[in-house]
């Protein structure tokens, strides 16, 4: 008995630091994943790179993006950190206030 209690606060620290840094970090995962699924033509996008730019075309793994007129750079899916979020036309939260 005395054996299960000297290693009961090594199995509580076992699952705390599982809890605090393994479950959100695969949360995080899951997320991205389905980001990049969900991409489309015309999304504007953000790279690891830190450049901006929008979707031109999906070839599978490949996707064409046009980071400013007639320059398109091939990138590989996995490169995409995210998605900009597009703003809210003003006109149209004006007219549901109303």
């Known amino acids: 008995m005395e054996q299960l209690t000297g290693f009961l606060p090594l ?11 393994i479950l959100p970090q695969q949360r995080r995962t899951k997320e991205h994943k389905s980001l990049l699924a969900a991409l489309e033509e015309g999304d504007e996008v953000l790279m690891n790179s830190g450049i901006h730019g929008f ?9 064409w993006v046009e980071v400013a007129e007639k320059v398109e750079l091939k990138v590989s899916r996995s490169a995409i950190a995210g998605k900009v979020p597009t703003p809210v036309d003003e006109t149209v939260d004006d007219l549901e206030e109303s």
Do not use: N, R, T
Not at 11 to 21: E, F, H
């Open 55 to 63: 979707i031109s075309a999906i070839d599978g793994e490949i996707l």
């Open 11 to 21: 199995i509580l620290i076992g699952a705390l630091m599982y809890a605090v840094l």
